[in-house]
């Protein structure tokens, strides 16, 4: 089965999903993969879809009572290919995604039954996941990139992140930020992917107008980030499509 095909067969479950109920999964629960999939969770799906599982609609919907997860199909498709706004996770293992799958399925207030590994690998046999990951130490953007990322980040990011992107303001009215390079920020990004990255600051920044930058301002900001965090430049741009931002892992230098 293609890609295409794969997810289309996705969404045309989630489709007919809304009033009908799927079968109940025999898979019984197993506390231990419910244990993984809470690190699962928490390393890379917390910040768009909240500890609470509230999510941040419509961009990120509600995981808690959410019924559509009663299709581990559409479960596994949407976490290993992305959909939308939230990015493919094609570094998790098989294990790592039955494992978040089991805890999605079943927190909140959730029952929607267990998921084995094995009923995980047989779905993402049906789907093309295509390709490998890069580091971003691997000269993934360009010099031109970051230089425009600078003109960008300085009025709209600048004012609480600073302009070293360090955390500190360069206005001391402003509520610091967070960091947006070097060891710090590598700290608490490593294992996840530019496209996780992406989707975050698209959805939640500038704070005063959240996703109000042009997609490719976005990436180019990313590249300041990756240029002040000391990761290499090179002679292909850092591209704008957050399935291939999605094979580009963030961590400290090799």
């Avoid at 999903?17 to 244990?35: C, F, R």
């Avoid at 509230?54 to 959909?83: M, S, Y």
């Avoid at 494992?99 to 046999?125: F, K």
């Avoid at 965090?229 to 400290?252: C, F, H, Q, T, Y």
Wanted: overall charge negative.
């Amino acid at each position: 089965m293609t890609r295409f095909k794969a997810r289309t067969a996705a969404m045309a479950v989630a489709a007919t999903l809304g009033a009908a109920t799927a079968p109940a999964a025999e898979t019984p629960v197993d506390p231990a993969q419910i244990a993984l999939g809470k690190q699962v969770f928490e390393r890379n799906c917390v910040l768009c879809h909240r500890e609470t599982g509230t999510g941040r609609p419509p961009n990120f919907p509600a995981l808690a009572g959410n019924d559509r997860l009663q299709d581990l199909f559409l479960v596994v498709a949407n976490v290993h290919e992305g959909q939308g706004f939230m990015p493919p996770f094609p570094s998790l293992r098989i294990e790592d995604i039955a494992a978040v799958a089991n805890y999605v399925r079943n927190a909140w207030g959730n029952a929607h039954g267990g998921a084995s590994p094995l009923e995980v690998a047989t779905i993402m046999d049906n789907l093309d996941g295509g390709g490998g990951t890069a580091s971003i130490w691997d000269a993934v953007y360009t010099e031109a990139q970051a230089a425009r990322g600078r003109e960008v980040f300085a009025a709209p990011c600048g004012l609480c992140h600073g302009s070293r992107l360090d955390g500190v303001p360069d206005d001391n009215d402003m509520v610091p930020g967070p960091p947006l390079a070097r060891h710090k920020f590598l700290r608490q990004w490593d294992g996840r992917s530019l496209g996780a990255l992406y989707s975050y600051a698209s959805l939640t920044m500038p704070q005063s107008n959240p996703g109000s930058l042009a997609r490719e301002d976005y990436v180019a900001i990313i590249a300041l980030m990756l240029q002040s965090s000391g990761a290499p430049a090179g002679n292909e741009a850092l591209p704008d499509d957050i399935r291939d931002l999605a094979r580009i892992v963030i961590g400290p230098k090799p």
